[in-house]
């Protein structure tokens, strides 16, 4: 059984420090929990690289920040051999690849070179330096960020690498009774960009995170679930406004999506209320609108609401 108090408690502790967000910390623990990479689209200021950052502590995971920019390169991330004169070797200067959580901030800022560095560590876990490939840490744990709002000067992600994201999350603005909490809170002195994070007591531990992810493998999804899951996947692939639907990698994703919410939720077996929940997040970034749909602005949210609808729920 899945220990749901020492997640509510997670849950609880980031919920004090990021006001108003309590959906996104939901799908972000949904994303720990099945070992899923995420995106987080959103509006500078929600809080995002905060979130991650509170998460991180609180679990005592080591931690790392990439700010992307047009000009990194790949050795930027992955790291790059050294030849020491003293010892007359190459030594490996490890890049901050190396990490349990890596927060790949404006994912969108660098080039296609730069962001495949990450296709065979989200992948497989590892990565190959100068033909030399290296284990990354069990944990190994992506999270990008990317603004909503410009498009000057970016590079999309493509459809190859997006598949590989479990989640992509939306942030939105907070709602007003929480935006009043944070700034009572703001008056009282509290300040994001002073948070002493070394003062947030860990609540948990690595350890304790793989094993919870090992108990989500177990928890029961039974056939009728399997062939509902199938239904809206092949769903994506015959929809009119679609042209390209969901893969196979996703249809497994999103079993496994089901399973750590499920888990999330307390429950040792799956719902269709599970499958439907992390719907959005798993599919919003691997549809593909066909252009004729673009321009009677659909919107893939949209799409996906309807076939939720559409296809029947088991009993």
């Not at 991180?56 to 020491?84: E, H």
């Not at 560590?121 to 284990?135: H, R, V």
């Not at 090992?214 to 679930?225: F, G, S």
């Not at 799956?270 to 602005?297: M, S, Y």
């Amino acid at each position: 059984m899945i220990n749901n108090s020492l997640l509510n408690n997670l849950s609880q502790k980031i919920d004090n420090i990021i006001i108003g967000q309590a959906d996104l910390v939901k799908q972000l623990l949904v994303a720990l929990l099945s070992g899923g990479h995420v995106i987080i689209e959103g509006v500078p200021g929600t809080g995002k690289t905060l979130l991650v950052k509170v998460l991180s502590q609180l679990i005592a995971a080591d931690f790392r920040r990439v700010q992307l920019t047009p000009d990194i390169l790949p050795s930027d991330i992955l790291g790059t051999n050294i030849f020491d004169l003293n010892s007359r070797d190459f030594i490996l200067k490890k890049g901050p690849i190396f990490t349990e959580i890596l927060l790949a901030d404006e994912v969108n800022r660098t080039p296609p070179k730069t962001q495949s560095a990450l296709l065979e560590a989200m992948e497989e876990q590892q990565i190959t330096l100068d033909g030399e490939t290296m284990p990354l840490p069990p944990l190994f744990w992506v999270i990008a960020t990317q603004n909503s709002l410009e498009f000057e000067g970016t590079y999309p992600l493509p459809e190859a690498q997006l598949d590989r994201f479990l989640f992509k999350l939306v942030v939105d603005y907070p709602a007003k009774d929480a935006e009043k909490q944070m700034l009572l809170n703001a008056q009282q002195g509290f300040k994001a960009k002073k948070l002493d994070l070394d003062s947030i007591e860990e609540i948990a531990t690595v350890e304790d995170i793989l094993a919870l992810r090992r108990q989500v493998q177990d928890i029961q999804v039974e056939e009728n679930i399997l062939d509902y899951l199938l239904n809206l996947v092949e769903r994506t692939r015959q929809h009119p406004d679609l042209i390209l639907g969901a893969s196979p990698r996703s249809a497994v994703a999103w079993l496994n999506a089901t399973k750590a919410n499920a888990g999330l939720s307390g429950r040792d077996y799956v719902t269709p209320d599970d499958v439907k929940e992390v719907a959005a997040p798993l599919l919003r970034h691997r549809l593909l609108l066909k252009p004729e749909a673009q321009l009677d602005n659909v919107q893939i949210d949209e799409v996906i609401a309807s076939m939720l609808k559409q296809i029947s729920v088991p009993r």
